[in-house]
């Protein structure tokens, strides 16, 4: 299966949809180097540059992306689930 989504690194919680997916797709993941990272089931829709969860995350969890925190899990986030302003918040203000 070709790749649908890329991670910046491995150990990220969330990579970004380089195609729209929707809810039932798979969603498989490559590094920017094009190592296989793994899969999860797309549980709502998410939209082209938009960020998907690939491992569930605990509210008030630090989400990873470049190695580094980008904001923190507002709620409970599933695998899968698309990752945005609704339930990722800012760590600067």
């Known amino acids: 299966m070709?790749?649908?989504?890329?991670m910046h690194e491995?150990?990220?919680d969330v990579?970004?949809?380089v195609v729209d997916l929707k809810p039932?797709?798979?969603a498989s993941a490559v590094t920017l180097e094009?190592?296989?990272v793994g899969t999860v089931k797309v549980l709502e829709s998410v939209p082209l540059g938009h960020k998907i969860a690939m491992r569930p995350m605990a509210e008030g969890h630090k989400v990873i992306k470049y190695r580094r925190?980008?904001?923190k899990a507002s709620r409970a986030i599933a695998a899968g689930a698309h990752v945005h302003t609704h339930n990722l918040?800012?760590?600067r203000w």
């Open 69 to 71: 925190p980008i904001g």
């Open 2 to 6: 070709p790749h649908n989504v890329l």
């Open 89 to 91: 918040k800012t760590l």
């Open 15 to 17: 990579a970004v949809a």
């Open 34 to 36: 094009g190592k296989p």
């Open 24 to 26: 039932g797709d798979q």
């Open 10 to 12: 491995e150990q990220d």
